[in-house]
């Protein structure tokens, strides 16, 4: 889906024109840009969350020269899918997540007990 598909599928769920939701998408995305820029995060409960990374500067090789070079520090957009988000991609890995917390619960449970004595 790209963003044309995207403005349609808003128009059409909501009853928009297509130039209206077309405003609504370009001021969410360029809340979350400038959001994002500023050094901010930007969560979604259940999608996920938008934040900046910053890349520290390291040295690299050149692979065709062999020569090494700086490689300079920068700041980088990132993204982290949320629980609900990616349980809608992939329900079983989902679903064996949920299944072995439990398990890991009920473990640490005894071992802190026995720490108190």
Known sequence: MNK?????HLAAKHELSKAEAGRILETLLDAVVTTVKKGGAV??????????????????VNPSTG?????????LPK???GAGFKAAVDPKAAAKKAAAKPAAKV???PAAKAKKK
């Open 4 to 8: 044309t598909d995207l403005i349609e």
């Open 43 to 60: 969560s979604i409960p259940g999608f996920g969350s938008f934040k900046q990374h910053a890349r520290a500067a390291r040295n690299g």
């Open 67 to 75: 020569a090494k070079i700086k490689i300079a520090a920068a700041k």
């Open 79 to 81: 993204f982290t899918a």
């Open 107 to 109: 473990a640490a449970k």
